[in-house]
């Protein structure tokens, strides 16, 4: 009789331990994928985040351009010219003498 407990108290310890076993795999198999589910989200968002850092860099190298330009033409002192080109480019005027033909 004590050698049938010793038995089944085996048997308890034992399925005890699978238990905890299984267990322990679960919760490490679960913090795996979820670390594996951050690391891979926070890599999108760095992507996400240096194509508009490009972006906004290309925009600032295109002002800086205009910037350069327009602190030229000051430099130049040809105001008169550069306010001509600016009156026929972007506002469409022309000399009085002048006739404009516009393709369509």
């Known amino acids: 009789m004590a050698q049938k407990e010793t038995t089944r108290t085996k048997k ?5 331990k699978t238990f905890r076993s299984k267990v322990l795999r679960m919760i490490f198999l679960l913090l795996v994928i979820y670390f594996s ?3 891979v989200n926070t890599g999108i968002g ?3 985040e240096k194509r508009i850092y490009d ?6 190298e295109e002002q800086l351009l205009v ?3 327009l602190n030229r033409h000051l430099n130049n002192g040809d105001d008169a010219d550069y306010i001509e080109q600016i009156a026929r480019e972007k506002l469409g005027y022309a000399a009085p003498d002048e ?3 516009v393709d369509s």
């Not at 308890?12 to 005890?16: A, L, N, R």
């Open 37 to 39: 589910y951050n690391i």
């Open 12 to 16: 308890k310890q034992h399925t005890g």
């Open 99 to 101: 006739q404009v033909f």
């Open 67 to 69: 910037r350069d330009d």
């Open 46 to 48: 760095i992507y996400r």
């Open 55 to 60: 972006e906004i860099s290309r925009k600032i």
